[in-house]
């Protein structure tokens, strides 16, 4: 355990970073994080380019990397971020469901288009969607961006608060049993990502949290995001709490995306100096 520095929850280019593998090994290097996973949305893709690119440079006397991967799921008690953790990439079910899950991205991600110029009268060039379309997952960051190219906002946070996120139309989710099942089924480790976190703004505490914890433990979640750059201690404290109450694994991520958000890599919170028990087991378990 002596100077480890960790984070687990990173985003590339594959997803909607925009840090390069490459790119985010030499950033890693600089911070000293010698334990990572990257978690790109709905794809396992990241998994295999780390590999080769380990494979090819002799990184693993520099690095422990994780496979990880992060999907978005919703059902009748609410939304969630679920992570999968140390998985077996080529597992056929978790493929299927990256599969599924980028199919209701495109969808998503065309209906905004099509939102937008109903509404707002924002119209983009048809080789700049057919280019958005062409990327591994394509989501609003990307909109963002087109928005602010095109002068119909300032910025890309702009372009989401008050225009992409104000549009109305029947989303397409998959399941959180279907994530858990998927990733259990690769051999891999399920987490609720930043747990007081559901949707957009919204912050779960107290009972709501507790009954959304017990409903996806019966699904087999095994643990939770305690350390996330977006909580306050308040939140960290309460969300350490319900891991020990429920014996379960802790995580530490940033869940940094270059320049697509203002969050530092590495911005966890963890204190190394006094390692949660939750914490410790889950990187016991990757050994």
Known sequence: MENIKIDFHIHTSISDGTDTPEELLKKLLKEKINSFSVTDHDSVKSAKVFKEIFNENNFDNKFKYITGVEFACRDSNGKYHIL?????????????????????????VKKRIELLEEEYNIVFPEEEIDNLMKLDNPGKPHIGNMMVKYGYAKTRDEAINDYINKLSYREKYIGPVEVIEAVLKADGIPILAHPSFGSGRECITGKEMDDRIKHLLEFGLKGVEAFYSGFDKKLRDENLYFADKYNLFVTAGSDYHGNNKSVKLGDTGCDYKNLNKGLKNFLDTLR
């Open 84 to 108: 999968g953790y140390n998985y077996n990439p080529d597992s056929g079910m978790i493929n299927e469901l990256c599969d599924k899950a980028h199919e209701y991205r495109e969808y998503k």
